[in-house]
């Protein structure tokens, strides 16, 4: 089982659409990452979690350290969303543990 | 503030040779890592080096080495490529618990 879960894997929606990616994890962190990933590679780091909740225009993420579980959330989902998200764990030790990544398409 | 510099962005190698990759952080992060991403494995984490020293290592063959200099610039190096090597190399600067990552590396291997 992987320390980090995602999903879903792939998610394909309108325009508009209230979008929710889930996170789940098994392993004590100090902290958690929501990125995105358009084709070309490059990464973008959405938010940085510890506890609560953060809102950045559209995007928001919630963390539930009891239950390890955290949450991405886009409001009005606009084709220009469309990337991988992943989630990303920090542990103690500082190392980064990535999930699979969730491929969102948002058809006009 | 400039971010994360990698370079250079593409390159192509033939099998047996080797590959130097350079990561540039933000200014005043110390801590540098390293992450390979192919279609089959996802994001995989090489090493982390902070102030210097590999602080954390992940699981790959000793082909893959790096190191870090006093300005915190880092670079990754991959010897006697592989096919299975082909992949984008991305670097993560990181500050406490934040990390901020560069554009990546896509290396291919022929």
């Known amino acids: 089982k992987n320390e980090v879960e995602q999903s879903p894997q792939n998610l394909t929606a309108q325009e508009g659409e209230f979008i929710t990616i889930n996170c789940s994890y098994s392993?004590?962190?100090?902290?958690l990452h929501w990125l995105q990933q358009h084709p070309g590679g490059g990464i973008v780091s959405l938010f940085m979690?510890?506890?609560?909740?953060k809102k950045h225009g559209r995007l928001i993420a919630t963390i539930n350290i009891q239950e390890k579980h955290s949450s991405l959330q886009i409001t009005a989902s606009h084709p220009r969303d469309s990337a991988v998200y992943i989630c990303a764990v920090r542990l103690e030790n500082y190392q980064l543990i990535w999930g699979a990544g969730t491929k969102l398409i948002i058809k006009p | 503030k400039a971010g994360v510099t990698q370079t250079p962005r593409y390159l192509i190698k033939t099998r047996g040779q080797q590959v130097t990759l350079s990561c540039s952080p933000i200014?005043?992060?110390?801590?540098v890592s390293w992450y390979q991403q192919t279609p089959g494995q996802g994001l995989q984490f090489l090493f982390e080096?902070?102030?210097?020293?590999?602080?954390n290592k992940g699981n790959f063959p000793g082909r893959f080495s790096g190191r870090q200099f006093s300005n915190s610039r880092s670079e990754m190096n991959v010897s006697t490529l592989e096919l299975g090597d082909s992949a984008l190399y991305l670097c993560a600067s990181s500050y406490g618990t934040e990390a901020f990552f560069g554009q990546g590396t896509r290396l291919t291997v022929v």
């Open positions: 392993v004590g962190i100090s902290a």
């Open positions: 200014s005043g992060h110390r801590s």
């Open positions: 080096y902070f102030s210097e020293t590999q602080r």
């Open positions: 979690l510890s506890s609560g909740k």
